[in-house]
């Protein structure tokens, strides 16, 4: 079956950065988009970013992360990374990746798999 696990969460300082990794299992992985979502205590779950599978992996971000964070992905190793840097205690939630074959840009739309997440706290 379809497995996303996500690692490299933590307990950090403002302004420190973290890299967290997803390792995907069970389907085609190079044919799947990624995406980064969070969900803060009490709040929605948001898109953080995502990358196609298509078109050289082109990424996308919210506002809120953008120039923050840079999401990548390698194939050949089945997974998808986010590198967050500049950290704010407002990023702290807990981190979750997606694969879908058609989603939509910036929100959850299309994806089929979930990872169970990893927690982020930011510290000020």
């Known amino acids: 079956q379809v497995q996303l696990v996500e690692s490299g969460g933590g307990l950090v300082q403002a302004g420190d950065s973290l890299r967290l990794s997803c390792a995907a299992s069970?389907?085609?992985?190079?044919?799947?988009?990624m995406g980064w979502f969070r969900q803060a205590p009490g709040k929605e779950r948001e898109f953080v970013a995502d990358i196609t599978w298509r078109f050289s992996s082109s990424t996308y971000y919210a506002e809120s992360v953008k120039g923050r964070f840079t999401i990548s992905r390698d194939n050949a190793k089945n997974a998808v990374f986010l590198q967050m840097n500049s950290l704010k205690p407002e990023d702290t939630a807990v981190y979750y990746c997606a694969a879908g074959r058609a989603v939509l840009r910036g929100n959850s739309g299309g994806y089929n798999y979930w990872g169970q997440g990893t927690q982020v706290t930011v510290s000020s």
């Open positions: 069970g389907l085609t992985f190079s044919s799947y988009a």
